[in-house]
């Protein structure tokens, strides 16, 4: 893979796609919700994306798309939430101030870079290249990854590695956090991706 940055506007689901590796640790990865499909609006460019988390449990992580990207949804476990604080001297922007208009909203900008801290919102591309990174949930020693690891995702690519919230750990090739797209909760258990109330305001 060729070293020359990617402009995030033209990336696509098959770049995306290109270096994902397996799903792993205790989460259930699911590649698209079956139940749900979207209007031909909301798979057009740009066009928000309502989705129904009721069924997500603590642990797991759903996936959408969203103007043909990976958006990730996941509900993390206490001891993950609990983990966020202690990671910010290893983390290249642990309070989400690089491009902050660009990567991450301001009702993002906090340690679990969420409306709920349970739950991440992000889009699963990595800032480096455009690849997909894996999902490495289970905290401890694996490979390509440091011992004291507290689970997180690993960009099998260029070995990237982000933590639970999407931060981009020091020293890494990837440049930013996971970016958070805009997205807003309709009810308990309903997304919407796409647009917040910052948006519906403009």
């Known amino acids: 893979m060729s070293d020359t940055p990617v402009d ?4 696509t689901w098959l770049i995306a796609s290109g270096c994902a590796g397996a799903a792993g640790g205790l989460a259930t990865a699911v590649p698209f919700v079956s139940s749900f499909q979207p209007s031909e609006r909301a798979k057009a460019a740009g066009a928000p994306v309502e989705v129904d988390i009721g069924a997500l449990r603590v642990g ?26 202690s990671l910010d001297g290893q983390l290249a922007d642990p309070k989400s101030e690089r491009k902050p208009d660009e990567l991450t909203p301001k009702y993002a ?15 699963g591309i990595c800032s480096h290249l455009g690849c997909s990174p894996s999902d490495k949930f289970v905290a401890g020693p694996q490979p390509s990854l440091p011992a004291d690891w507290k689970g997180g995702f690993l960009c099998p690519c260029h070995g990237s590695t982000f933590d639970m919230a999407g931060r981009v750990f020091k020293n890494k090739p ?18 919407l991706i796409g647009e917040d109330k910052d948006s519906k305001k403009a």
Do not use: F
Request: hydrophobic share 35%; net charge positive.
């Open 8 to 11: 995030s506007s033209k990336r």
């Open 60 to 85: 797991e992580k759903l996936t959408v798309e969203w103007r043909g990207k990976p958006v990730w949804i996941i509900k993390r476990t206490p001891e993950q939430l609990q983990a966020l604080p």
């Open 109 to 123: 900008r906090n340690e679990g870079r969420s409306i709920k801290p349970e739950v991440l919102v992000c889009v």
């Open 174 to 191: 990837a440049p930013d956090n996971l970016e958070v797209p805009p997205h807003m909760y309709l009810s308990e258990t309903r997304l």
